[in-house]
């Protein structure tokens, strides 16, 4: 039980320090590219507090988590006003992927550590394995999932900049109704979803191994 309740805490602090860098990222990209108004609304922080959503950055990956599925979440959006941006649509789009990026960034610098430091490859639950594996998996989560191009999620943001107008019209109009989409999808598709994420995650896995 005492083993559990630790593995537990490692998760969930990995989780909440994982949302707060991709939230981070985003306002601080933002704030390069000119627009104050993350810096303005305090969200220039590593204080959890700023950034933390109970549902979507405890709840749902912590309970994903215990389910064994692929692990997924969002924090509170950083206010972003892509008018005050340089390049506005294209800057907005440096802005969204600036926080799966992150977590992209965070999962290989994981997995450069295990790997030379030899602790990804020890399974007997240690728990420099747990914190490698964990922040690897956790992370790689994260960035696929808001790479996802429905929108209020990075990847829509990302496809608004490059997508043709219709595209972009369809995007702003469905804007209001995205989450509920997102939640739709993994509830109704779950086992199609659960797998896509795994794909996506060996795939990068397989990366990260034949870069080393």
């Excluded at 994981?110 to 790997?115: C, D, E, K, P, S």
């Excluded at 030899?118 to 728990?127: D, L, Q």
């Excluded at 990068?204 to 080393?212: A, P, T």
Aim: glycine share 8%.
């Amino acid at each position: 039980m005492g083993s559990d309740i630790l593995q537990l805490v490692i998760v969930l602090v990995i989780i909440v320090g994982s949302v707060i860098l991709h939230e981070l990222a985003h306002g601080v990209v933002a704030y390069w590219l000119g627009d104050r108004t993350a810096k303005d609304a305090g969200r220039l922080t590593l204080n959890p507090i700023k950034h933390i959503d109970p549902f979507m950055s405890i709840l749902v990956p912590v309970v994903l988590y215990l389910l064994r599925a692929p692990v997924f979440g969002a924090a509170k959006p950083v206010p972003v006003n892509f008018r005050n941006l340089k390049w506005r649509e294209w800057g907005m789009a440096l802005v969204a992927f600036a926080g799966p990026f992150t977590n992209f960034l965070i999962a290989l610098v994981a997995f450069l550590v295990g790997h030379f430091s030899g602790s990804i490859y020890h399974f007997n639950g240690e728990i420099p394995y747990l914190i490698a594996a964990e922040t690897i998996i956790i992370n790689l989560g994260f960035m696929i999932f808001n790479l996802l191009p429905i929108p209020p999620l990075d990847g829509s943001r990302i496809l608004y900049a490059i997508a043709p107008d219709v595209v972009r019209r369809f995007l702003l109009q469905v804007e209001q109704y995205g989450i509920i989409i997102v939640y739709v999808l993994v509830l109704l598709l779950g086992e199609v979803f659960s797998g896509f994420m795994v794909n996506c995650t060996n795939g990068i896995l397989e990366l990260f191994y034949h870069m080393v």
